[in-house]
């Protein structure tokens, strides 16, 4: 089973900028994503992007303001995080689908998560 590990996140002020990487451990032809948990809520989804790159789905709460991209060859997906909100205040977690085709955009559909990486945005 493939391993995922993200970094990337830290203190930022709102209206700041983060990256986050999540780095797997061998290939992941199939559809990736990032979710995010705040404390005594749900894990939501965040944002998701297809196999080959080409689809990409957002949550309507960061749409505009997150950019999720990957890069086959190196086996990383990033989550460019622009516009930070205090809202935005979470855990973040990538995590690979079951899905070979599309977007995968329920939590059902993802069978391997990372550790997660706190993210902090100060008002």
């Known amino acids: 089973q493939v391993q995922l590990v993200e970094s990337g996140g830290g203190l930022v002020q709102a209206g700041g900028s983060l990256r986050l990487s999540c780095a797997a451990s061998?290939?992941?032809?199939?559809?990736m994503g990032w979710f995010r948990q705040a404390p005594g809520k749900e894990r939501d989804f965040v944002a998701a992007?297809?196999?080959?790159?080409?689809?990409?789905a957002y949550a309507d709460s960061v749409k505009g303001r997150f950019t999720i991209s990957r890069d086959n060859a190196k086996n990383t997906v990033w989550l460019q995080m622009n516009s930070l909100k205090p809202e935005d205040t979470a855990v973040y977690y990538c995590?690979?689908?079951?899905?070979?085709?599309?977007?995968?955009?329920?939590?059902?559909?993802?069978?391997?998560w990372g550790q997660g990486t706190q993210v902090t945005v100060s008002s």
């Open positions: 995590a690979k689908s079951r899905r070979r085709l599309g977007v995968a955009l329920t939590r059902d559909e993802y069978d391997s």
């Open positions: 061998g290939r992941t032809s199939s559809s």
């Open positions: 992007i297809s196999s080959g790159g080409s689809g990409t």
